[in-house]
């Protein structure tokens, strides 16, 4: 069974054709992500105009690349929610007409949930993908970590699943990239944040671990507390401006915050992780998201948790349209229900 899995949820027009859940015959990706790095973000705007021009040739070439037609293709699957609407609009619309079009059944995907299936991934004949060499396995525990979503689930079977806890504000992805921008580095920030930090000394500046209901998370104090330590650090007061920050601070100042901010943020993760293990015994632990390309995160998750943690090549960490199409095939497979292709609505809210 093929399924053709299309994501439009932010910045990133993604196509991917699944065979029977773990077989990625392709994945396409175009990124908008240059023409926004100028503004220091996504700019809702900016990433719609980029999916309408590059959704088709996106398509077509996931299409060529796993060596398909349209008579090849089994189902149609699609990111509906969460993420920007515009953005939403442009993958939903498209599918929604494929799917008329071509006659395919249609399925409705959450893209918190599809990060999670980048881990069912397992096989591929595309060159420079490292995958695991086996899907994980129920009950499972899913450690997300996305620019948007913190979250930590457990999942009793295939779309039987718990959501333990979340982030009560900042998404640790979002904490990452705002403190990128207050030392002066580009978007977007985590990977230039993980790449200063290893310059830096994790315990110079102490920054606190929000406590939190059992399961839950919260980033925004952890953000707020390196513009404190980073205005004392230069003499300031907390009135001083945090655009001028980056050109105060001094290199080492700056890497030591990095590795400061990251050591605590990804400590919280893993913290949490190790209790919720502690407390379900899962037999598998997966990562997922954007964050989860962090190697600070998978060595403390890694020492935190006697399991081997299971996390998908670094190229499917962030958003991407295989994922999309690996969790369509389990919903076509397991017989879920299917979306009405002449009225699929968007949900840029859509929770787990
Ligand atoms: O999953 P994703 O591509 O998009 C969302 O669904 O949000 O995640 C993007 C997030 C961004 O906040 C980005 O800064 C973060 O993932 N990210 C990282 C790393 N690579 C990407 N954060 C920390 N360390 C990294 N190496
Ligand atoms: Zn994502």
Redesign the pocket.
């Known amino acids: 069974m093929k399924v053709l899995g299309i994501e439009t949820?932010?910045d990133?027009t993604a196509a991917a054709v699944v065979e029977d859940g773990n077989n990625m015959l392709s994945n396409t990706v175009a990124s908008s992500m240059a023409e926004h790095a100028k503004y220091g973000g996504v700019v809702p705007e900016i990433a719609a105009r980029s999916h309408i021009q590059s959704i088709e040739p996106v398509i077509s070439q996931a299409l060529a690349d796993a060596g398909c037609d349209w008579g090849d293709i089994d189902a149609i699957a699609v990111t509906q929610g969460?993420?920007l609407g515009g953005s939403l609009l442009i993958g939903v619309m498209t599918a929604r007409s494929l799917a008329i079009t071509f006659d395919k059944p249609l399925y409705a995907i959450n893209?918190?949930e599809a990060?999670v299936y980048a881990n069912f991934l397992t096989r591929t004949a595309l060159p420079g993908y490292q995958l695991p060499a086996k899907p994980p396995e129920f009950p499972l525990l899913a450690i997300i970590?996305?620019?948007?979503?913190s979250q930590l689930v457990l999942f009793r079977d295939h779309f039987d699943y718990t959501v333990l806890g979340q982030t009560q504000d900042d998404?640790?992805?979002?904490a990452?990239?705002k403190v990128?921008k207050l030392l002066g580095l580009p978007?977007?920030?985590?990977?230039?944040?993980?790449?200063l930090a290893l310059k830096g000394h994790p315990d110079s500046f102490q920054l606190p671990k929000a406590r939190m209901n059992k399961y839950d998370f919260s980033f925004s104090g952890l953000k707020t507390a390196v513009l404190r330590q980073a205005q004392a650090a230069i003499g300031e007061s907390y009135d001083f401006p945090s655009t001028k920050l980056p050109e105060r601070l001094s290199a080492a100042q700056k890497a030591d915050l990095a590795a400061s901010f990251?050591h605590v943020a990804v400590g919280t993760i893993a913290d949490k992780a190790k209790l919720a293990f502690e407390e379900f015994a899962p037999v598998s632990v997966v990562l997922?998201?954007?964050?989860?390309?962090?190697?600070?995160?998978r060595q403390q998750l890694t020492e935190a948790i006697p399991l081997p943690l299971s996390f998908p090549d670094?190229k499917l960490?962030?958003?991407n349209g295989a994922m999309v199409a690996a969790l369509g095939c389990f919903r076509r497979q397991l017989k879920r229900p299917q979306a009405d292709p002449y009225r699929l609505p968007i949900d840029p809210n859509l929770s787990m």
């Open positions: 949820s932010c990133e969460a993420g893209h918190v990060h970590v996305s620019g948007g979503h998404a640790i992805g979002e990452f990239d990128a978007y977007p920030g985590g990977p230039a944040v993980a790449e990251q997922a998201g954007g964050v989860a390309a962090n190697q600070a995160l670094l960490c962030t958003d």
